[in-house]
């Protein structure tokens, strides 16, 4: 075999193990998610029960509640829009995103509903 074909076996090598671990990384990225959203539906699933077998609230007025608030970035499309805010301290606008500043570092507090 000639240097060449070993050298260059040997990057395909290295490029096939960086796309298998992009590739678990991607997976493990999905597998997080999906707990997340599991553990956030079973959540939800708490509340509205508790909604409304203790409080009364019956599935025509959650399913206006969740239009209202699908509409209120302006689009009804079944999703959520965080807008973005401006920083207390340097007043620059900021990705919700992000818990501080990445301008000037100060700490934000989101609201959780916002
Ligand atoms: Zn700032």
């Not at 395909?12 to 597998?31: F, H, L, P």
């Not at 608030?69 to 900021?94: E, F, Q, Y």
């Amino acid at each position: 075999m000639s240097m060449f074909w070993h050298l260059s076996n040997r990057r395909y090598d290295s490029q096939a193990g960086d796309a298998s671990s992009a590739a678990r990384k991607a997976t493990t990225s999905v597998e997080e998610l999906e707990n997340r959203l599991d553990r956030s539906m079973l959540a939800c699933e708490a509340m509205w029960s508790i909604m409304r077998d203790k409080l009364g609230v019956g599935e025509e007025e959650l399913v206006d509640r969740i239009n209202e608030i699908d509409l209120s970035d302006g689009r009804l499309d079944g999703k959520v829009r965080k807008t973005a805010v401006s920083c207390p301290k340097c007043n620059r606008t900021i990705s919700p995103r992000f818990p501080k500043c990445m301008y000037c570092g100060q700490p934000i507090v989101h609201d959780p509903f916002a």
